[in-house]
């Protein structure tokens, strides 16, 4: 025999029911401390029904609880992986950090990332030296930006350096270095000032294309930029 389930609104009905005899009664039917039987008596249903229902309803508590708490512990998991993420993150900006500071920690310059005016200074130093009839080589030249108090680097930094300005350890051109000596330049003026007075007295002039050069009017290698 199928079990007899009533309506929510019977349930209803019969719960109002029993109030208003408790009303009309000025108080309790049946004992308080007989929990049961009260709501049995007030839901009009069997005593095997409160504790069906009863049993359902508290293996869902049950299930709740648990979930709530897998949830809960589901949130901590995350909270701790967050927090893990977050110490590697300032970890690695630390490092990050230390290393932009020892970086920023050194005290000598490269040669590649020399100021302009230290730059200006070792050519102005290189061309004084040959202003001077010097031949400029790598110790000379370290000697005497050490005397000056240009720059103390190595022979190997020097080398960097010049090259890092334009200047190149090249073969010189002995035709480039006889001109501009002091004394072919006077011959070069009083020649040029004779070709032009006679030019002037109308003098026909023949001239031969050759240029014969000193071997030995000049030195072998020396410092070069561009111009």
């Known amino acids: 025999m199928p079990r ?15 109030f208003t005899k408790e009303k009309n009664n000025l108080g309790p039917l049946m004992p308080v401390t007989q929990v049961r039987a009260r ?23 049950v299930e709740q609880v648990v979930s709530e ?13 967050l927090v893990r993420v977050n110490e590697c993150a300032e970890t690695n900006t630390s490092k990050e950090t230390n290393k ?5 920690k050194r005290t000598k310059l490269k040669t590649t990332d020399l100021p302009e005016s230290i730059k200006c200074s070792v050519q102005d130093v290189i061309y004084y030296m040959y202003f001077r ?5 790598l110790s000379m030249l370290l000697l005497e930006l050490k005397v000056r108090e240009v720059i103390d680097i190595s022979c190997s930094s020097l080398r960097l350096l010049l090259f890092n300005i334009g200047l190149k350890y090249l073969k010189d051109n002995n035709r480039r270095a006889l ?5 072919v ?39 070069q930029n561009n111009d």
């Open 69 to 81: 708490s897998e949830k809960v512990s589901s949130n901590e998991q995350d909270v701790q992986q």
């Open 185 to 223: 330049v006077q011959q070069r003026r009083m020649f040029l000032r004779k070709i032009r007075k006679l030019e002037a007295e109308d003098y026909n002039f023949v001239y031969l294309d050759e240029t014969w050069i000193f071997s030995r009017g000049g030195c072998k290698r020396s410092w």
């Open 100 to 104: 932009t500071k020892a970086y920023k």
């Open 133 to 137: 009839k010097q031949h400029v080589t």
């Open 4 to 18: 007899r389930v009533l309506p929510v609104d019977q349930l209803f009905k019969n719960l109002y029911d029993y």
């Open 39 to 61: 709501v049995v008596d007030a839901l009009k249903i069997s005593e095997s029904t409160l504790k069906r229902v009863l049993k359902r309803t508290q293996q869902k508590d």
């Open 179 to 183: 001109c501009e000596k002091p004394a």
